[in-house]
């Protein structure tokens, strides 16, 4: 009995080729609209939809494969008498193979201008219905809906005349990960243009994008998954234009470091970061000297790490990068001659290049984190802040240095992990305390850091401070400038001691911890 196999591709990559082997092989091709055409114009014999199931297409093609005759033919089990002598009863001819990918649904989304209309009427319905099918049925019926695939399956059709179950059944899980992705881009869609924001089902797709050695640890498997729908300003948009494949402590680096160049937009900055921690942050009116700054807030643990800035390197800077191990460098972009030199005998220096202009569209995105059992979803913490609404809780006001200083530094703790401490002055960090887990321990840790450089220094918390002990540590090491949320029970001490001591105190009214 003549095998046939239906074909309906909006992707017509190797379908001719495909299909042309298919037909040395002897089976008879089913097929539709554009697909049809291509098929006939390169000469191949087919047969219209309209002549299986004694239908014309109508409604605009919305109505053409929703018909018996067709799922039928993909559904019957063939180990069945009864599904048999039914599809012989309404003549019905079984259809042993489908190569089916659907209409560009996330094509049309992505165009600027698309309207609602649009994208509507680019959600397929016959294609993954045939999809969901001939999956369902892969016990006998092989489904095709990645171009990759082509080769493998002509192999086995042209060795045995079959496909095996095994390849039947690992296409037919590529078909309904296929389906649900596609489904998924549909439903955040409607759901955005809905306007809900707590929908009772959470369905988020995503593509590979770098299968990875390991993971954290080399004992952990791992690979780098992007959005379906493609972010310019990330990690899976940027261009790699030197160096080793990026790690997956790599990625992480990076994706913190482009987040917190994003706050620094008013002059050339340069972030120093390592173990998703910045260890230093220069701002100045050049990239080069925001570069000294950077390099002299933390000369040592810059070593090894990942370096962004949110201005074009120059050749300058990049000789001064050159001269130290740095595993990653982030930029806009590099002149000709600086990417000569950071290249030269730094075969393994991973630089990356990334479209800065886009920084506004990747705020919009909202983080995920997986816990064991479920995912926290929440908002970026990109609020626009205010230093105007800001309350000098002290009798001291700061002076205008000092006021610059304290605004650098609120926007550096942000990214600081908690308990998070950083000093600075107005243009680069003098020490930083993460991660402890008393506050008291990382004020400790980032005086200790700015030892000897506090004149006209300010302290910033990402949150408030429990009790005064914290105070009493900071106007001992001479700073005479904090920020902080407030917000505690115990903030009157706080400011009592603030005053003994002769500081200004700054409440900003917000709290920014990074867990």
Known sequence: MTKRALISVSDKTGILDFAQELNKLGWEIISTGGTKKALDEAGLAT?????????????DGRVKTLHPKIHGGLLARRDLDSHLDAAKTHAIELIDLVVVNLYPFKETILKPDVTYAEAVENIDIGGPSMLRSAAKNHASVTVLVDPTDYATVLAELAENGATTLDTRKRLAAKVFRHTAAYDALIADYFTEQVGE???????????????????ENPQQDADFYQTALPLDYSLAASKQLNGKELSFNNIRDVDTAIRIIRDFKEQPTVVALKHMNPCGIGQADSIEKAWDYAYQSAPVSIFGGIVVLNHQVDAATAEKMHKIFLEIIIAPSYTPEALEILTNKKKNLRILQLDFAAQEQSTKEKEVTGVLGGLLVQNQDIIAENPADWRVVTKRQPTETERKALEFAWKSVKYVKSNGIIITNDHMTLGVGPGQTNRVASVKIA???????????ALASDAFFPFADNIEEIAAAGIKAIIQPGGSVRDQESIEAADKHGLTMIFTGMRHFRH
């Open 47 to 59: 047969i219209a939809i309209d002549d299986v199931t004694g239908f014309s297409e109508m409604m």
């Open 197 to 215: 924001s707590k929908p009772e089902k959470l369905t988020l797709t995503y593509e590979l994008k770098q299968p990875m050695r390991y993971g």
């Open 447 to 457: 005086i200790e850091q700015a030892q000897g450089r506090l004149d006209g220094a």
